[in-house]
């Protein structure tokens, strides 16, 4: 089955520094890769995503990059805030017939000091 | 429109006992995946359900089993608890089976004692 790995597991940075995170996935059929935010205490959040005939995403201050052939795809966070604080996780979509099911990583607490 | 819901937020359980949790859909949602995440890791798949039936399943014994409702809404029944079964149990819907976009509701904490 899909095996998810994330790098690095903690990362701290400094306000307006930008953060990278970057997860690498075994099965080549995944398609899908979306990242989620989780603040303590809180419910996964969707941040952003990206489809494997796509090479790039940007959505404001959040960018994802995706290497089909090196199976890797990458969170780049512009600008950090303090809000940006949280645990992010990368997975990948295996679809089994109909059913789209999430490989997570095993996710990044992010700590952007103030 | 109405995001997913959870219910009970907490729970505690003896182990050797049954859970079950509830999960309300995203209006408009048919489809509801379960998912598992224990303490400091991402969550793990249980299994989907799409208009009433199981459309997949993850590594996980038979002791977790599930239902979806007309309303698309939906159970997770865990049988004989195990001190390993305590973390945060998580649903999520889509639109159909056959869109990937997931989105959570905020998760039942299990302790099981």
């Known amino acids: 089955g899909e095996n998810v790995e994330q790098h690095p597991s903690t990362l701290s940075v400094q306000e307006g520094d930008s953060a990278v995170i970057k997860c690498t996935y075994s099965?080549?059929?995944?398609?899908?890769f979306p990242w989620y935010k989780q603040e303590l205490g809180k419910r996964p959040q969707l941040i952003i995503d990206i489809r494997s005939n796509v090479g790039e995403k940007k959505d404001q201050r959040i960018a994802v990059t995706l290497n089909k052939t090196a199976k890797h795809f990458s969170l780049h966070i512009t600008e950090t805030q303090p809000e940006d604080s949280a645990v992010y996780f990368c997975a990948a979509s295996s679809s089994g017939g109909s059913n789209y099911k999430l490989t997570f990583g095993k996710g990044t607490l992010l700590t952007v000091n103030p | 429109e109405t995001g997913v819901t959870q219910s009970p937020t907490h729970l505690i359980k003896t182990r050797g006992q049954q859970v079950t949790l509830r999960c309300s859909s995203q209006s408009g949602h048919n489809t509801v995946s379960w998912y598992q995440q224990a303490l400091g890791q991402g969550p793990q798949f249980i299994f989907q359900y799409y208009r009433e039936e199981e459309n997949g399943r993850g590594n996980f014994p038979p002791r977790f089993s599930g239902l979806q409702f007309p309303n698309y809404s939906s159970e997770l029944n865990v049988n004989a608890l195990e001190l390993d079964d305590s973390a945060l149990y998580l649903c999520?819907?889509?639109?159909?089976?056959?869109?990937?976009?997931?989105?959570f509701g905020p998760g039942t904490r299990l302790t099981v004692l």
């Open positions: 999520a819907s889509s639109p159909d089976s056959s869109t990937d976009t997931q989105y």
């Open positions: 099965d080549s059929a995944s398609n899908y």
